[in-house]
């Protein structure tokens, strides 16, 4: 009687084992995306950093190379208190012309 028992309170568990199972196997595949997810992007953030310290500044285009080359004629027109003037040189600085 004793072993029928315990063999129907095993067979009875053994559904919910595995359901416990299932819902661990869903928590870990989720720890593990969280994971990878935050390794990556320190690893995007670290690739960045290095890069800045290399010096590989914002590549210059033609046209900001030309307005950057035209600011010393901007500035004569129009003073070197004009906001467009002012601004043209921030951003010149910014790219490094």
Known sequence: MRAACFAAVMIAAAP???QDDFWMNRF???AQAQQDLARTTMLNSTMRRSAQRRGA???VT???AAACAQKTRFH???GAGNSK???LYSLCRGVGL
Request: no cysteine; net charge neutral; proline share 6%.
């Open 85 to 87: 003037v002012q601004r």
């Open 76 to 78: 004569a027109e129009h």
């Open 28 to 30: 870990n595949d989720a």
């Open 57 to 59: 500044g914002p590549a």
């Open 16 to 18: 919910a084992a595995a």
């Open 62 to 64: 033609s046209r900001q």
